[in-house]
T-cell receptor
């Protein structure tokens, strides 16, 4: 099972960044999203497709429909520049997406 | 405060073995599924293995099946990953992570321990 993400996304400060994650029948699996900054451990930003953990800003939101899950960062800030990974559980194993580097220009 | 601290990484020759440990604190360790995730230098995240709270369910990534064993000691709040027959491609930072209660996803991560298998 594979999850495919675009390698990179560029966004201007204050604009909306959209990161997609594609996988077969992904909508029937819960999707999570992680943010990872250089030299740091990943941080969970979305779980159960749409839920933000405590402490994650409201500008992070998620959705999941059909074969595609989406992470949206509204009003993107410079501090949001990072790598983002989607993740899903597929019955007996976890799979991570290929990762997307978000650049805030 | 939840803390996960990995140890045991290092330089090991191809074919060698290594035992990674993760010391947990700040939460009731025995109630959570725990996981190992690795990340090769400059690469993405790769799930390695998960073990349920009472060790009743254990899962491994196909890429490591047969060469890795996960275990835990709830009394000692410790998670272990035994790596055998190590290959150059096993070079990575190995993270210990806690799974969310009752739903997929990892809410707490350690800082990782580095395993290097030179060519």
């Amino acid at each position: 099972y594979e999850l495919t993400q675009p390698p990179s996304v560029s966004v201007s400060p204050g604009q909306t960044a959209t990161i997609t994650c594609s996988g077969d029948k992904l909508e029937i699996k819960y999707c999570c999203w992680y943010q990872q900054k250089p030299g740091q451990s990943p941080v969970l930003v979305i779980y159960e497709d749409t839920t933000r953990p405590s402490g994650i800003p409201e500008r992070f939101s998620g959705s999941n429909s059909g074969n595609t899950a989406t992470l949206t960062i509204s009003g993107t800030q410079a501090i949001d520049e990072a790598d983002y990974y989607c993740q899903a559980w597929n019955s007996s194993f976890y799979v991570f997406g290929t990762g997307t580097k978000v650049t805030v220009l | 405060e939840v803390r996960l601290v990995e140890s045991g990484g290092g330089l090991v020759k191809p074919g060698g073995s290594l035992r990674l440990s993760c010391a947990a604190s700040g939460f009731t360790f025995g109630r959570y599924t725990m996981t190992w995730v690795r990340q090769a230098p400059g690469k993405g995240l790769e799930w390695v293995s998960s073990i349920s709270s009472n060790s009743g369910y254990i899962y491994y990534a196909d890429s490591l099946k047969g060469r890795v064993t996960i275990s835990r000691d709830n009394a000692k709040k410790s998670l272990v990953l035994q790596l055998n027959s190590l290959r150059v491609e096993d070079t990575a930072l190995y993270y210990c992570a806690r799974e969310l209660a009752g739903t997929p996803g990892f809410d707490y991560w350690g800082q990782g321990t580095l395993v290097i298998v030179p060519s």
